[in-house]
């Protein structure tokens, strides 16, 4: 992968001599990973803009995390970033305490395929995090993390990527997505305003989400494709959606300890 060419910098901020090269030798081997891939060459396709310069540079936090998005390094002019650092995703690294089973979406390649999802949304300015989502996505956290998490689904599907851990829930954590949602046309089963929100994304990013669909038709997880040749379809399933959203707000408000005729009354009066 030709950094230059698709207008990327590895900085290694706060490291020094040999720790320096070996993140950037480090980074460069995930981005390669990415680049290999049908859907990782279509993502940094469509980042590549040489007006929109991305940084990759360690993360800061000492958790179990990476950051991606826009900045302005100088004002008015908008930039891509990624805070990642190999070491976090690593055996001995931050995520390693996490339980068995957290390991979804969190091979070196893949938290940097999420991170740089979010930067494309910087790049085409579309950054919408404000869309709400219907309760049943509320483990999605908002709308750029259901994007992130959709997208990566979608890689981890590819079947060019070759070493991957498989389809992750949502952004809460890392644990594995419900096998009905992993079905065909789960996702818009799955909660009453997962088809808007695809159909969202797919309005305002045309060129990818065609992409995305077009060369990766048949995969076992590709609902961006579902949406595009079955549109009606999908959107007819938003009732189902709405039914498990009233019955995950049922559910909720019961393990709460709210008596039955006050949860029936709430979930008639808020959905
Ligand atoms: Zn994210």
């Given at each position: 992968m030709d950094l230059a060419f698709h207008n990327f910098t590895i900085n290694p901020v706060g490291l020094a001599g040999t720790a320096a090269r070996q993140y950037i030798a480090q980074v460069h081997e995930h981005l390669r990973w990415i680049h290999r891939t049908t859907s990782g060459r279509i993502l940094l396709n469509v980042i590549r803009r040489p007006t929109f310069p991305v940084e990759i540079r360690p993360y800061a936090g000492a958790d179990c995390n990476a950051m991606g998005g826009g900045e302005f390094k100088t004002p008015g002019n908008l930039s891509g970033f990624v805070e990642y650092s190999p070491g976090t995703f690593s055996r001995h690294g931050a995520c390693s305490a996490l339980p068995a089973g957290q390991d979804r979406g969190r091979i070196w390649d893949e938290i940097l395929f999420h991170e740089l999802v979010h930067v494309f949304r910087n790049a085409t300015r579309k950054w919408d995090a404000a869309t709400p989502l219907s309760f049943a996505m509320r483990h999605y956290n908002n709308n750029e993390e259901f994007i992130a998490v959709l997208c990566t689904n979608i890689y981890v599907s590819?079947?060019?990527?070759?070493i991957k851990s498989g389809l992750r829930?949502?952004?809460?954590?890392y644990s594995a997505m419900d096998p009905l949602d992993a079905t065909r046309f789960g996702l818009f089963l799955s909660s009453r305003n997962a088809f808007a929100l695809v159909k969202k994304f797919c309005d305002d990013n045309p060129i990818f989400t065609k992409a995305l669909s077009d060369k990766l038709p048949?995969?076992?997880?590709n609902p961006i494709a579902d949406y595009y040749r079955y549109p009606k379809f999908c959107e007819a399933l938003s009732v189902f959606g709405a039914m498990k959203d009233r019955m995950a707000l049922s559910k909720s408000l019961t393990s709460l300890g709210v008596p039955k005729p006050f949860v029936d009354w709430i979930v008639s009066a808020v959905m």
């Open positions: 590819d079947r060019t990527n070759r829930k949502g952004h809460i954590d048949d995969i076992v997880y």
